[in-house]
Each structure stands twice: as structure tokens, then as C-alpha cells.
């Protein structure tokens, strides 16, 4: 609810007529500001109790269970700064000052679309995926094969690949060729991105791209960017 709700609401229940200014004022003197809320997923009960479960049995699960798996997982950045981010103090009249003006591309300039996994020990090369969309057949041929079968490898046989539930990584062509490489898949509970460790990753990756004055494009040495 915004401060003119607020104003709308405290007029038809007192009469009493006030500006939305003053109603910040009094909302800021108590220790109230406006903030975005949290996105989330949409949670069912069936899904909550699916995460709930999960949650429960590997609550106690140590280093060593986890040191095998690999977490995956694609993530879209834009390739210029989100300018909605970014607030700036300055004084009456100024408002057109090159130092205070932020450049933007109209229709949100494009973004890229990456792929990456991580591991207690280690990583892949974050791979970008380019010229359309990730399809079943790209993610086989562009990363279970060429990035995740030789990282199985490495690890040994008890290795485990985490790549949730979008119907690209379930796909039969897919679940096919990981039988065939003998790779055994996480369970995983559905809408649960928030459980994915590799988001936390996305997060930082995602502040470190658009705080970069001129934006630059993503690298695959993630070093570069931590």
C-alpha cells in the first residue's frame, strides 16, 4: 500500500485531508520506507509439504554426502545496468547534470543466458548459450555431454547431478542419455529454486555485472567477476 492509499484510506475514515508528503514524513518518523517486495514461486500445499520433506532428510546430511553433487542451473542477465536500482542525492535544478544522468537502452537492451554448476570442491566454466533458446536436444548436446559427463567423471562413481525439474532437463531424450552415461539424478521437489545453492551464486554474479561501468560482457572464468 503506497502513501497515497494511505492518504485515500485516512480521509474516508476521519475526513481528515493531509498530503501524500505528510504521510511519508509520519511513516519515515516511525521507521517505515518503501522498499520492493521479495519475488517468490507460487507454493501449494503439496509443494511446501514436498519441500518440507526434503528439507527434513537431508537436514543432517554432512560434507562428505554432498561433496559429490553437482548443483546446475541456467540464469538470464541483462548485458546493460538496471537503472531502477540506482537512486542518487542531488540538489534542486540539477536534474539534467551528465553526473546525475544514468543511460539506458530502450526495449531492456538484450540479455544473456548462461549455464553453470557448482560443487563443494569445484565448478564448471560458465557456459553462454547462444542463438536461441536452450532446447532439450542443445542442453544434451551443448552441456550434459561436452561440461557435466566429464565432470562426473572426475568425481567418481557416486557422483550426483542436481538440475531440477524444467521439462528441458526432463525431457525422455534427456533422462535417455543420462541412463546411457550412467549419471544419477537428485529427487528434487518442484518449485524450490530458493534451495539451489547456485542461485546465491546468480545473486552475487548478477550485482557484480550490473554495478561494472561500462557493462562488459560475461566471461567464463567466473574469477573475473568475484
Known amino acids: 500500500m503506497n502513501a497515497t492509499l494511505l492518504q485515500q484510506h485516512l480521509r474516508s475514515a476521519t475526513g481528515t485531508t493531509v498530503s501524500t508528503q505528510t504521510v511519508r514524513n ?49 540464469s538470464r542477465f541483462s548485458v546493460h545496468p538496471d537503472n531502477r536500482r540506482i537512486f542518487i542525492w542531488r540538489d534542486h535544478g540539477s536534474r539534467n547534470n551528465h553526473s546525475f544522468v544514468h543511460e539506458s537502452v530502450r526495449f531492456g537492451g538484450g540479455g544473456v543466458l548462461v549455464h553453470g554448476g557448482i560443487s563443494i570442491d569445484g ?27 566429464p565432470y562426473a567423471a572426475a568425481i567418481g562413481y557416486d557422483f550426483i547431478l542436481m538440475d531440477d525439474n524444467c521439462r528441458r532437463h526432463c525431457a525422455n531424450l534427456v533422462e535417455d542419455f543420462l541412463f546411457e552415461e550412467g549419471i544419477i539424478r537428485m529427487e528434487w521437489p518442484a518449485c524450490s529454486p530458493d534451495m539451489n545453492p547456485i542461485k546465491h551464486v546468480w545473486d552475487v554474479l548478477g550485482r557484480r555485472v550490473a554495478g561494472r561501468q561500462p557493462p562488459h560482457k560475461l566471461s567464463k572464468n567466473w574469477k573475473e567477476l568475484f
Open 26 to 74: 509520519r511513516l519515515h518518523g516511525v521507521g517505515l520506507y518503501a522498499r520492493r517486495p521479495i519475488v517468490c514461486v507460487t507454493l501449494t500445499s503439496r509443494y511446501r509439504r514436498d519441500c518440507r520433506k526434503w528439507a527434513t532428510e537431508h537436514v543432517n546430511s554432512r560434507r562428505n554426502e554432498w561433496s559429490n553433487v553437482l548443483f546446475s542451473d541456467e
Open 123 to 149: 565448478r564448471t566454466e560458465l557456459y553462454i548459450i547462444r542463438d536461441g533458446p536452450l532446447t532439450d536436444h542443445r542442453y544434451r548436446d551443448e552441456i550434459l555431454r561436452p561440461i557435466v559427463v
